[in-house]
């Protein structure tokens, strides 16, 4: 089975401070891990994902992960933060060893992250 | 671009009766995605597709049935709901059932009564 944890219900950063969401997993296989964030009421949106290669991952608006094999971790960051970055951040999931064999399997996410960024 | 289109964005049901929702993924994503989001929760998996056929399930109950049609796009049926039920659901496509993030769509809001 594979799981996700978001340790943190809520973060605080004052604007212009890095920040960093924290997201552990677990799975059996090989991971794909991706990132997303949802503002009130609206869909998620992608931020970026791991799936080989470079252990650092850069997303969309200055985002960036660091995918720890040893630590199974992959810890949302980004150096400078914005009032406009607050929202609610989901960590997911997907096992490359895949559970129907199929493809498309679903994503295992999160409890999600709310970000707050204070000007 | 075009994005995931997802209807009706809002709907409201009294308890037994049917709903259905529908789901248009992006052009050329042969793979679609159906998750059920309580308030302050975790978007649940509830079951995929890929090239028409049912790829993974989740949590779905037995009253709900998905399916996906010949031009790609999914239907959500859903009976004898209950207040539980009550819910965002969001449908998300993605051009590769592995590796390919997903794009999610808007989410239907159900309301049960």
């Known amino acids: 089975a594979q799981s996700v944890a978001q340790p943190e219900d809520q973060v605080n950063v004052a604007e212009g401070n890095p920040l960093t969401v924290k997201c552990t997993y677990s799975?059996?296989?090989?991971?794909?891990l991706f990132w997303y964030v949802q503002y009130p009421n609206r869909g998620l949106q992608f931020l970026l994902k791991?799936?080989?290669?470079?252990?650092l991952v850069k997303g969309s608006y200055g985002f960036e992960a660091e995918f720890n094999k040893s630590q199974t971790s992959f810890h949302l960051k980004k150096p400078s933060a914005l009032v406009s970055d607050s929202a609610l951040y989901f960590c997911a999931v997907r096992d490359w060893g895949g559970r129907s064999g199929g493809g498309a399997d679903g994503l295992t996410f999160g409890k999600g992250t709310h970000l707050i960024i204070q000007p | 671009a075009a994005g995931v289109i997802q209807s009706p964005r809002h709907l409201i049901k009294e308890k037994r009766e049917t709903a259905t929702l529908k789901c248009y993924p992006i052009p050329r994503h042969d793979t679609v995605y159906w998750y059920q989001q309580g308030p302050g929760q975790d978007p649940q998996f509830l079951i995929s597709?890929?090239?028409?056929?049912?790829?993974d399930k989740g949590s779905i109950p037995d009253r709900f049935s998905a399916q996906q049609f010949s031009d790609y796009h999914s239907e959500l049926n859903m009976s004898s709901l209950e207040l539980g039920d009550s819910a965002l659901y969001f449908c998300a496509s993605s051009l590769d059932p592995n590796t390919g993030e997903l794009f999610f769509g808007e989410g239907s809001r159900l309301t049960v009564l």
């Open positions: 597709f890929y090239e028409k056929m049912q790829s």
């Open positions: 791991y799936i080989t290669g470079d252990n």
């Open positions: 799975v059996s296989g090989n991971p794909y």
